[in-house]
């Protein structure tokens, strides 16, 4: 049973253009997300993250949308660069809970 | 300051083998929880220990197993080994467990494949 979802396996953006990473959650008791980026043969950077008690959470060019009626959460690169282009992981945990839950992650492309 | 520490980086072994793969957190930190990363699961959490003890187990068969040593280095073991644990095992360290999980801090991982 996936608790977190990341329906999209890849997505391709153009340099400068917004990328849209979006990520989905079955469980209700999930009250703290994370995205993580992944770079090959790395492991996992923390990116940006987001409590169940905000909407929003904005970091230079990253942004965190969540939606807690849907159980939906979005990743906003903008603009996107080459250097983007990484495996990205989104993560959910419950209070003050050390094991994350990961989806199957989503491989960005950024076309120069 | 050195990052989190995982050896070996790449392992290659037979079904029915046991391995067994170390992982040295960052100085100071105390919490280690390991990961299991395939292309069909993603990251997949095994467990998590802070000092020495186990505070956390994902929902893995016995053959995987795990201790910490006094000095917050940690030892994951699977025994017995099938094709399916073929994958990428992810180390992370932490100050202190169930805060601020993006203090989480990986390391490149140990690359198992079992023949």
């Known amino acids: 049973d996936q608790q977190v979802k990341q329906n999209s396996p890849s997505l391709s953006v153009q340099e400068g253009r917004i990328s849209i990473l979006n990520c989905d959650y079955t469980?209700?008791?999930?009250?703290?997300f994370l995205w993580y980026k992944k770079y090959p043969a790395e492991g996992p950077t923390f990116l940006i993250s987001i409590s169940s008690i905000k909407d929003k959470n904005e970091d230079g060019r990253f942004t965190v949308f969540l939606n807690k009626s849907a159980k939906h959460l979005s990743l906003h690169i903008v603009p996107s660069q080459p250097g983007d282009s990484a495996v990205y992981f989104c993560?959910?945990?419950?209070?003050?809970?050390?094991?994350?839950?990961f989806g199957k992650g989503i491989t960005l492309s950024v076309r120069p | 300051k050195a990052g989190v520490t995982q050896t070996p980086r790449y392992l290659i072994k037979t079904r029915g083998q046991q391995v067994t793969l170390s992982c040295s957190p960052i100085?100071?930190?105390?919490?280690v929880s390991w990961y299991q990363q395939t292309p069909g699961q993603g990251l997949q959490f095994l467990f998590e220990y802070f000092s020495e003890t186990q505070r956390n187990k994902g929902n893995f068969p016995g053959r995987f197993s795990g201790r910490q040593f006094s000095n917050s280095r940690s030892e994951m073991n699977v025994s017995t080994l099938e094709l399916g644990d073929s994958a990428l095992y992810l180390c992370a360290s932490s100050l202190q467990p169930g805060q601020d999980n993006e203090k989480l801090f990986f390391g490149s991982g140990t690359q198992l494949s079992v023949l």
């Open positions: 993560a959910a945990t419950t209070g003050a809970n050390s094991k994350l839950t």
């Open positions: 100085s100071g930190h105390r919490s």
């Open positions: 469980n209700s008791m999930f009250d703290y």
